[in-house]
């Protein structure tokens, strides 16, 4: 659906049809083209020079439901554009939260500056626990949490914290994030492709240089506290300058100061938790949860090929053997892994030597690093 059809106010002498249809191709899908930008900014003058700024209350209540429009202006200038609920690649999800809706922003800055977003809205469909005021705090505790790792580029940043009205009466807070490409499972959802193109190369470098910058920003968190919830779906990537992709650390709502933390609730513990849990989270179940994480993505790249390569039950661990020998044990990632989940905690390697392994790798791999981590 089109502004056009939403906002047919809009239709004026200073928002023409062409404006119009420019912005309604603004997804985080693509990439921002300058005559997008000079679109954005255009808008944006009007706006703060019309009397229409009235309009700029994201649904407030006083103001027909038809004549609002999907943005809101912040108290420095700024202001908001919605776009709308975040889309789906293929059947996966690219980012999704237990306890917040997701929408696509694009932020327009003051100086000009335009950032992809996403907006957290606190939710509480399917959690029958969760009451709107917890999974508002929820979002609250996450928006702090993230504000003690501004600027890591390989941690989710966090943009602004605002209020915003969601029906006629009632308001939420808000926490917009930096928008990224999607989810680890997305990115090697399907790695057939990757394997048949240069005999798993790309993939192997792929999954290197992900969870190289996953772990550089792993170990910043584990210099304050434990990160709580560590699993595929909360390992999130952008692609970098180089064309690699690179992990970012996400979903701060089970972090907390120190070495351990009793908010074991919000973990995936059936899966990802060693059987021999105390009762607390420590740096240690980190690195357990996310030596998993790398074993499922390993396991996956070699279910993909022994199931394009044989139909026969006898065969198909024998051949899963030799591709963990021939590909996995060449990189040191199975004994890796195998430390990793040590069942006692003080034998598994830290977040630092961990990084230091994938570090080694990148230079043995020849993968070039991004600018943002030389400035970092």
């Given at each position: 659906m089109s502004w056009a059809k939403i906002h047919p106010f809009l239709r004026n002498e200073a928002l023409d049809d062409e404006l119009i249809q420019e912005l309604n191709t603004?997804?985080?899908?693509?990439?921002?083209?300058?005559?997008?930008?000079?679109?954005?900014?255009?808008?944006?003058?009007?706006?703060?020079?019309?009397?229409s700024r009235e309009y700029a209350l994201q649904s407030h209540p006083k103001i027909p439901?038809?004549?609002?429009?999907?943005?809101?202006?912040l108290e420095n200038g700024d202001f908001i554009l919605n776009l709308g609920s975040r889309k789906k690649v293929g059947d996966k999800i690219e980012i999704e939260g237990s306890s917040k809706k997701v929408f696509e922003v694009i932020v327009i800055h003051e100086n000009k500056k335009v950032e992809h977003g996403i907006e957290l809205v606190p939710s509480i469909h399917e959690i029958s626990t969760?009451?709107?005021?917890?999974?508002?705090?929820?979002?609250?505790?996450?928006?702090?949490?993230?504000?003690?790792?501004?600027?890591?580029?390989?941690?989710?940043?966090?943009?602004f914290l605002y209020q915003k009205y969601i029906n006629e009466n009632e308001t939420a807070i808000v926490h917009i994030e930096h928008?990224?490409?999607?989810?680890?499972?997305?990115?090697?959802?399907?790695?057939?492709?990757?394997?048949?193109?240069?005999?798993?190369?790309?993939?192997?470098?792929?999954?290197?240089?992900?969870?190289?910058?996953?772990?550089?920003?792993?170990?910043?968190?584990?210099?304050?506290?434990?990160?709580?919830?560590?699993?595929?779906?909360?390992?999130?990537f952008k692609k970098t300058s180089t064309g690699f992709f690179q992990g970012v650390v996400s979903d701060f709502e089970g972090f907390a100061l120190g070495k351990k933390t009793e908010a074991r609730f919000l973990c995936n513990q059936e899966?990802?938790?060693?059987?021999?849990?105390?009762?607390?989270?420590?740096?240690?179940?980190?690195?357990?949860?996310?030596?998993?994480?790398?074993?499922?993505?390993?396991?996956?790249?070699?279910?993909?090929?022994?199931?394009?390569?044989?139909?026969?039950?006898k065969k198909v661990e024998e051949i899963a053997q030799q591709m963990r020998d021939k590909i996995f044990n060449l990189i040191g990632v199975n004994e890796l892994i195998e430390a990793m989940r040590d069942s006692k905690r003080e034998n598994r390697p830290t977040a630092q030597q961990?990084?230091?392994?994938?570090?080694?790798?990148?230079g043995k791999f020849n993968i070039p690093y991004d600018l943002d981590f030389l400035s970092s």
């Open positions: 603004l997804d985080l899908h693509n990439a921002i083209a300058s005559e997008q930008l000079n679109a954005l900014l255009s808008f944006r003058n009007y706006l703060l020079n019309t009397a439901r038809e004549n609002c429009l999907p943005f809101v202006f969760m009451t709107f005021e917890n999974a508002q705090n929820y979002l609250l505790y996450e928006f702090y949490n993230l504000r003690m790792f501004r600027g890591h580029p390989n941690i989710v940043q966090s943009l928008a990224y490409e999607g989810g680890l499972v997305a990115l090697f959802y399907n790695t057939l492709p990757l394997v048949l193109q240069d005999k798993g190369l790309q993939f192997i470098k792929q999954f290197i240089s992900v969870f190289f910058g996953y772990l550089r920003g792993l170990v910043a968190v584990h210099e304050k506290g434990v990160h709580g919830d560590v699993s595929p779906s909360n390992i999130f899966i990802l938790q060693p059987p021999d849990a105390d009762g607390f989270f420590t740096l240690e179940d980190d690195i357990f949860m996310l030596g998993t994480s790398i074993m499922l993505i390993r396991d996956r790249f070699i279910f993909q090929v022994v199931q394009r390569m044989t139909h026969d039950e961990v990084f230091k392994h994938f570090q080694d790798l990148m």
